[in-house]
């Protein structure tokens, strides 16, 4: 009840916004450079390309003071910000802008009256309702838009909304209902490994992280002797991908994987993550990254991540040739990228502390990626204490991001709110998700900031 509530509280702020909007012959639209930012934006540009309104894209990676200076040099009339702004209200304010917020990062300060976040109706932006979904909301109010539900999942799911109980929940499912409705958006129980699209099972098997079957996962000969073993037939020349299986195949798998991390003692609430809720786009073609949503939003952030966000961008908004040809071309990028940064944490080594462990990257990982290569090394690193992972920015900061396990959030982590805690003690900004979060810190606050991270997730976990 309280979520339709809430809903109706949303599309009363979305209705208001979109008169304003409506009133505009143009508008910049300012958004994140992850893929929840990047379907946001798109959801937004589409919809005012419908509306006949002209729009200019802009994407920054935090809403800094300078970022805001730049927007305020554009010397626009209206300034729509998706998938962040919430956090920023009295800057935007003091800068005299015009402004709309779509967004669900914690709102602070006050100001901007045209403002769409799940917290002002009382619900949980890291899982009810992503940057995305605001968006999608927004969308919704400024004409028959439906259509791009899907998009709003992909950032949903980018944003991991749907990490902690397996499957979305909140405002999220209202926006799968309208998916479903609209024939875009179609969603069922399946394994929740990656790559049910576009790899080969072995490789999806190979490259499981949370739950890690041990035995199985970064072990290539091993899980083809596992499929093998199964009367999965590898399919001739070409390895078959999951969605080549048939039902009784998929099944097969699913209970032996279960069986294997069991026997391996994997706890059974564990590997009840194997299976969840995913999401399918109906309107991609079959076996391209864009048919699931978890796929689609890692191509994005292959594309925003690194500087690309006008190419993520016009994949969101349709361009299935240019755009996604290059988008590809950054995706193995990406993938070369991440490989090489799990080889230099091996090589180098992981610290570990009381209740943490931590790599140092140097300026040898990019900083827009050494999150999921911290994410990634739980495949060598001890699962019982979150990751921090260290990298110089462009400016000279350090850029830290924080990694968890469900388990340990199970057990009471919160990386956001240690993170912007212990940031703020060294005179950084934190923030992010409980499993998930990140910060920049000034490069000689490292080791007093280790040690405010240590206490503050012992007594977390205590
Ligand atoms: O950058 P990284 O991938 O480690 O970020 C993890 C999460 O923390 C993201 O949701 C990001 O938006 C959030 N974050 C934040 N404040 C920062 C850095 C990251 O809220 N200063
Ligand atoms: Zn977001």
Redesign the pocket.
């Known amino acids: 009840m309280y979520i339709s509530n809430a809903v109706s509280i949303l599309t009363k702020a979305c209705t208001k916004a979109a008169d304003v909007i409506c009133r505009h012959r143009e508008v910049v639209v300012v958004s994140?450079i992850?893929a929840d930012g990047l379907t946001a934006a798109g959801i937004i540009c589409t919809s005012l390309k419908r509306a006949g309104i002209d729009y200019q894209p802009l994407f920054f990676r935090?809403l800094d003071p300078s970022a805001l200076d730049q927007i305020a040099d554009q010397g626009t009339d209206l300034v729509i910000f998706t998938d962040l702004g919430s956090g920023m209200q009295t800057a935007i304010k003091e800068r005299g802008l015009n402004a709309v917020i779509a967004d669900h990062?914690r709102p602070s300060g006050s100001g901007v009256d045209l403002h769409i976040n799940p917290h002002l109706a009382g619900l949980d932006g890291a899982t009810h309702l992503s940057g995305s979904g605001s968006a999608f909301l927004l969308a919704r109010a400024l004409g028959q838009n439906d259509d791009l539900a899907g998009l709003a999942i992909v950032g949903a799911v980018g944003?991991l909304q749907d990490m902690a109980g397996g499957r979305l929940v909140g405002v999220n499912r209202t926006i799968l209902e309208v998916g479903a409705k609209a024939g875009v958006l179609s969603y069922q129980r399946d394994l929740k490994l990656f790559g049910k699209q576009t790899r080969p099972v072995f490789k999806m098997i190979l490259y499981s992280q949370d739950p890690y079957i041990p035995g199985l996962s970064g072990n290539e000969d091993a899980c083809i002797v596992f499929l093998k073993e199964l009367g999965i037939r590898s399919g001739g020349e070409r390895w078959r991908r999951w969605i080549d299986l048939t039902q009784e195949e998929k099944g097969r798998t699913v209970t032996a994987l279960v069986r294997k991390g069991l026997r391996t003692g994997i706890s059974s609430s564990r590997l009840e993550r194997l299976v969840g809720e995913v999401y399918t786009l109906l309107l991609e073609d079959e076996g391209t990254e864009l048919r699931d949503a978890s796929e689609y939003s890692t191509l994005l952030n292959a594309t925003a991540r690194y500087g690309h966000s006008d190419v993520g961008l016009g994949v969101c908004m349709g361009d299935r040739s240019a755009s996604l040809e290059e988008a590809r071309v950054l995706l193995k990028e990406h993938r070369q990228n991440l490989v090489n940064g799990l080889k230099l944490v091996k090589e180098d080594g992981i610290t570990s502390l009381n209740h943490l462990q931590y790599f140092d990257a140097g300026d040898r990982i990019l900083d827009?990626i050494?999150?999921?290569v911290?994410g990634m090394s739980f495949q060598m690193a001890d699962r019982s204490k979150p990751i921090l992972a260290f990298a110089r920015d462009e400016n000279e900061n350090l850029?830290v991001?924080?990694r968890g396990t469900q388990d340990l959030v199970q057990s009471g982590l919160n990386l956001?709110e240690a993170l912007s805690e212990a940031?703020a003690q060294v005179n950084g900004?934190?923030?992010?998700?409980n499993v998930?979060?990140?910060?920049?810190i000034p490069v000689a606050a490292k080791e007093e900031f280790l040690d405010l991270m240590d206490s503050a997730v012992g007594r977390q976990l205590g």
Do not use: E, L, P, R
């Open positions: 994140h992850d935090q990062h944003d827009t050494v999150g999921i911290a850029k991001s924080a956001a940031a900004v934190g923030g992010g998700h998930a979060a990140g910060a920049t």
